[in-house]
């Protein structure tokens, strides 16, 4: 089945702590993983990834693409209350328009 | 420039009654796609438009729903004589081309009592 799996489910984590999310896929032919922050009902672009082993950064948000094992992480380094979201994943197929979500990683920050 | 909205907010209907949801993408976005997210899910998708092609209905889960775009801009998401598990939050996403990066609107959230 074509699927989008993210681990874990949910985390929780103090602040300053540093987290990594986990999403794993089952397709080889893909264009492009992205990634998601959703705070209430609307989520809000972190990163594209189209290439294999390439870092793309954003302040303390950083995430890589392993194309050969099918899977991406997000890493968050000191982590801040802010930061307490549901983290999507999600990738576009070989000839899909649309993407495919995975359910989420929930992250909660504590102070 | 602005993003994408939609509009209403909340939407509160009967079991049976017909809704409307719609959707302005950023100007200049050939692409918009409907979504929803049931309560714990991840988003679910219902149907694309690119440009003047026919949409990928495949999302679609039953004959109940129907969207249009109309002028290859605004979208209206119509789910006739909704059922309570039509509950969700409907979300909008629009996007420069094909596989582009989408970007949401802040969703629709409907409850069918």
């Known amino acids: 089945e074509d699927k989008v799996v993210q681990s874990p489910l949910s985390l929780v984590v103090h602040e300053g702590d540093t987290v990594t999310l986990n999403c794993s896929y089952e397709?080889?032919?893909?264009?492009?993983l992205l990634w998601y922050k959703q705070e209430k009902k609307a989520p809000t672009f972190l990163f594209m990834l189209?290439?294999?082993?390439i870092e793309k950064k954003s302040g303390r948000l950083s995430s890589i693409l392993d194309k050969k094992e099918l899977f991406s992480i997000l890493n968050i380094t000191a982590t801040q209350t802010g930061d307490s979201a549901v983290y999507l994943c999600?990738?576009?197929?070989?000839?899909?328009?649309?993407?495919?979500f995975g359910k989420g990683t929930k992250l909660s920050v504590k102070p | 420039g602005a993003g994408v909205s939609q509009s209403p907010s909340n939407k509160v209907t009967e079991k049976g009654k017909d809704v409307e949801l719609r959707c302005d993408p950023i100007?200049?976005?050939?692409?918009l796609y409907w979504y929803r997210q049931s309560l714990g899910q991840g988003l679910e998708f219902l149907i694309y438009?690119?440009?003047?092609?026919?949409?990928?209905k495949s999302g679609l889960p039953s004959d109940r729903f129907s969207a249009e775009r109309t002028g290859g801009s605004v979208s209206t998401l119509t789910i006739q004589r909704t059922q309570q598990e039509d509950s969700a939050v409907y979300l909008c996403?629009?996007?420069?081309?094909?596989?582009?990066?989408?970007?949401f609107g802040p969703g629709t959230r409907l409850l069918v009592l």
């Open positions: 996403a629009s996007s420069s081309g094909r596989q582009e990066t989408q970007y």
């Open positions: 397709v080889t032919n893909f264009r492009s």
């Open positions: 189209t290439s294999s082993g």
């Open positions: 999600a990738r576009y197929g070989g000839s899909q328009g649309n993407l495919i």
């Open positions: 100007s200049g976005h050939t692409a």
């Open positions: 438009f690119q440009g003047n092609s026919a949409p990928d």
